[in-house]
């Protein structure tokens, strides 16, 4: 017994010792259960940024996607701004990748966080051709009460909705500036006015593929989009203190009293609905689920590296 537990032993380091494209160990070990068709491109919500300080948006999640096989990346995109703007500087990156590639690649998936799955589904209804899947994590697709509140408090235009537009750019351009984004200045108000009610139903009204037709339904699992066939996926969780040493969890337990249905903090769970919904009650607040705070999630939910991971095996089953 003690000669085959070292033979294994043996094995399973001789296995992590030589690239996991060697046919007869792909057969025993599964190296690309995350190698998708096309690309994963992660999209990130508000106060977006690819990496401040060492410290990634998406934190550890890229590596534990690569590592299964993944071919990831992740867009620069301004911290406040509309998701339409936001969409056609997404849109810039992506022909760039696809031109660089020099063919290799033509679709990717986006996998869009918060107000990154707004900036995805208004890729995918104007560019069409560049878009495989849209799979939406945490998006409030029916607006957020939060932004009703701010808009309401602080009008645009009033002395206090002027003095609020000034220090929430200021964060939004300092992000930026830490990021090394170098586009735009940040625009607080073309955010907000797309999360509150009206903003919202207007972007909807516009954009309507993969909504749902009732409330809390389920939306269409597939568009088609000019002739291109688009697969649509959501999830989202409902907890907004999730770990006592978390600092975003006293943040998400006061703005989640401003939502009337079971919500992350600031996505309700119904709103979150968007596609083929694979599950909307994740013991998750809103940033959990790219792993933030710098990994304190609860330890009694599926990881957010795990939970990607399953998610990208999910796309690459589906051809995607």
């Known amino acids: 017994m003690k000669k085959l537990y070292l033979a294994v032993l043996c094995l399973i380091g001789a296995a992590a010792s030589v690239p996991a494209q060697a046919g007869w160990l792909s057969s025993l070990f599964d190296w690309n259960e ?5 690309p994963i491109v992660l999209v990130p919500g508000i106060f977006a940024f690819d990496s401040i300080a060492g410290v990634d948006y998406w934190y550890r999640i890229p590596a534990a996607l690569e590592a299964e096989g993944a071919t990831v990346f992740v867009p620069e995109i301004n911290a406040f701004e509309s998701s339409v703007m936001r969409g056609e500087s997404l849109i810039a990156q992506l022909d760039e990748i696809r031109a660089a590639s020099g063919g290799r690649i033509t679709r990717f998936n986006l996998i869009g966080h918060s107000q990154g799955g707004m900036t995805s589904r208004y890729v995918m ?16 697709h029916q607006g957020s009460p939060l932004a009703d509140i701010v808009t309401g408090v602080a009008p645009e235009g009033t002395l206090q909705g002027v003095t609020f537009e000034i220090l929430a750019n200021a964060i939004g351009d ?6 090394g984004y170098d586009g735009d200045d ?11 009610q009206p903003g919202a139903a207007a972007f909807n009204t516009q954009f309507p593929a993969g909504l749902p037709a009732s409330a809390c339904g389920e939306g269409a699992s597939q568009v088609t ?9 959501s999830w989202s969780g409902t907890s907004t203190i999730t770990s006592v040493v978390d600092p975003s969890d006293a943040l998400f337990a006061i703005t989640g009293l401003a939502i009337n249905e079971a919500n ?5 769970r119904c709103s979150s609905h968007f596609g083929d919904v694979i599950k909307d009650n994740y ?3 809103h940033i959990d689920v790219n792993n933030q705070v710098l990994g304190l999630v609860s330890l009694f939910e599926t990881s957010p590296e795990t939970l990607f991971r399953n998610h990208a095996n999910r796309l690459k089953q589906a051809g995607l």
């Open 186 to 196: 940040s625009n607080i108000y073309a955010m907000l006015g797309e999360f509150n």
């Open 264 to 268: 992350d903090g600031v996505t309700g």
């Open 34 to 38: 995350a190698k998708t068709r096309h």
């Open 125 to 140: 209804n104007v560019r069409p051709d560049l878009v495989a899947s849209v799979s939406t994590a945490h998006t409030p």
């Open 174 to 179: 300092l992000v930026n500036l830490l990021s």
């Open 225 to 233: 989009i000019n002739g291109q066939n688009i697969r649509l996926y």
């Open 283 to 285: 013991t998750m607040n």
